[in-house]
């Protein structure tokens, strides 16, 4: 299937990629939020998605699972501007079929969809993080584990509300 719907509450990204995939013969939607992704998966078969981890307020995650409902078959593509294992083993879980961390051009995208429409899956080479990177990606666990509730994540990890904010800040460490 050639129709993609594209999911980012960045607008500029959005029509980018938009004008980009219809250049390769795509015919493409764009929605800014995630109730309105809803509706048009239900309106149209999508073969593929591209998804924002944030939609503004909400997570991409809970429309993973809303597309996958819809249509079983549809392939899934996370999109981030902050990666961590924690999510991207999470969007992998309910069914997406890659995770991508942002800028990211539309080539990089296709052949996402297309390595797993060849299932020719190289093996990964296993690096082991650094001492920052574990503590960025703990961090993003626990405060995906309360919702993005900045207090309780800041209790659970016993440190100061203002100190976890300022830690979010920073980028996160490489690995």
């Given at each position: ?9 960045d ?9 980009a995939?219809?250049?390769?013969g795509?015919q493409?939607?764009?929605?800014f939020n995630i109730?309105d992704?809803e509706k048009?998966?239900q309106?149209?078969?999508?073969g593929?998605?591209?998804?924002d981890l944030?939609i503004a307020?909400?997570s ?6 809303s597309l996958?409902?819809i249509?079983?078959?549809?392939q899934i593509?996370?999109?981030t ?7 991207a ?7 997406a079929?890659?995770?991508?961390c942002?800028p990211?051009?539309v080539d990089?995208v ?11 899956e ?10 920052d990177r574990?503590?960025?990606?703990h961090i ?5 584990d ?5 207090s ?5 990890l ?7 904010q300022r830690k ?5 460490a490489?690995?």
């Amino acid at each position: 299937m050639n129709t993609i719907l594209v999911v980012d509450d960045d607008q500029v990204f959005c029509q980018v990629m938009q004008r980009a995939l219809i250049r390769r013969g795509f015919q493409v939607e764009i929605c800014f939020n995630i109730s309105d992704a809803e509706k048009a998966a239900q309106k149209t078969l999508f073969g593929k998605a591209l998804v924002d981890l944030k939609i503004a307020q909400e997570s991409g995650l809970s429309l993973i699972r809303s597309l996958k409902t819809i249509n079983p078959d549809i392939q899934i593509i996370m999109l981030t501007g902050y990666s961590s294992v924690s999510t991207a083993v999470e969007a992998i879980k309910l069914g997406a079929l890659n995770y991508f961390c942002k800028p990211i051009d539309v080539d990089e995208v296709l052949k996402g969809f297309s390595e797993a429409d060849l299932m020719e899956e190289e093996p990964t080479p296993i690096s082991t993080p650094s001492l920052d990177r574990i503590e960025w990606e703990h961090i993003q666990k626990i405060l995906q584990d309360h919702q993005g509730n900045i207090s309780a994540a800041a209790r659970t990890l016993g440190m100061h509300r203002r100190t976890l904010q300022r830690k979010l800040q920073k980028k996160p460490a490489s690995h």
